[in-house]
């Protein structure tokens, strides 16, 4: 008999906008790259605060797991954003040249 996964529902827009404005208030230990046994800690405690944060004002409960993966493919979302933004859209003329041979 196979088992089958429950996948946990979607987050709303309102749910990602409420964990952005919690993050504000932690961005720098949790964006923090060091890898010190009182970084890490100081990044877990971090992420158990804006846990409770996040889940005493939002539609559905959530774990550790769920928002710090949320919080990844946020930023992921937003780099590729900025991404395309600086390398723009050619303007009509200014595509890449075909070099024509002629014999």
Do not use: Y
């Amino acid at each position: 008999m196979e088992k089958t996964r429950s996948r946990p529902a979607d987050f709303s827009e309102g749910d990602k906008q409420l964990l952005l404005q919690i993050v504000e208030d932690h961005v720098t230990a949790i964006e923090c790259k060091k890898m010190a046994v009182a970084a890490i800690t100081k990044k877990s405690a971090a992420w158990d605060k804006m846990l409770d944060t996040f889940n005493s004002m939002a539609t559905q409960r959530r774990d550790v797991a769920q928002l710090k993966d949320l919080w990844k493919r946020l930023k992921l979302k937003a780099r590729k954003e900025v991404l395309g933004e600086k390398r723009g859209v050619p303007h009509e003329g200014e595509g890449t040249s075909v070099a024509r041979w002629d014999d």
